[in-house]
């Protein structure tokens, strides 16, 4: 597996450019607040698309049945295995760590 960060200025052309990569595959999103510990936001559920906003500095992750909006990221780093992208992680400003894996990776849905 290979991780590699992505510059900010290459967040919006990143996602438009992978958009097909990620839709429709099955996601799971964790969150790691330094105040509240890990917390599960969703398990197996379908990913529709992830964009990124640079005037309003907002991350959207956008799920079946779940807008899940990461507010003024600082870091985005992108793992790969050989059958394509893994995980993507963020860490914002308050140090919230959100972790989105993507398809076999994902924790399926109970």
Same mark, same amino acid.
């Given at each position: 597996?290979?991780?590699?960060? @992505?510059? &900010?200025?290459?967040?919006?052309?990143? #996602?438009?450019?992978?958009?097909?990569? #990620?839709?429709?595959?099955?996601?799971?999103?964790?969150?790691?607040?330094?105040?509240?510990?890990?917390?599960?936001?969703?398990? *197996?559920?379908?990913?529709?698309?992830?964009?990124?906003?640079?005037?309003?500095?907002?991350?959207?992750?956008?799920? &079946?049945?779940?807008?899940?909006?990461?507010? !003024?990221?600082? &870091?985005?780093?992108?793992?790969?295995?050989?059958? *394509?992208?893994?995980?993507? &992680?963020? @860490?914002?400003?308050? *140090?919230? !760590?959100? @972790?989105?894996?993507?398809?076999?990776?994902?924790?399926?849905?109970?």
């Amino acid at each position: 597996m290979v991780t590699t960060r @992505i510059a &900010e200025q290459n967040w919006p052309r990143y #996602f438009d450019a992978n958009a097909n990569l #990620f839709r429709g595959r099955p996601s799971s999103i964790e969150v790691i607040a330094p105040d509240l510990g890990a917390q599960r936001v969703a398990d *197996g559920v379908v990913l529709l698309g992830i964009s990124y906003d640079p005037r309003e500095r907002q991350l959207d992750v956008l799920l &079946e049945g779940l807008d899940h909006r990461i507010e !003024k990221p600082q &870091e985005l780093h992108v793992a790969r295995a050989p059958d *394509g992208v893994v995980t993507i &992680e963020t @860490i914002d400003g308050d *140090g919230r !760590k959100t @972790i989105l894996r993507i398809g076999t990776h994902a924790v399926p849905h109970r």
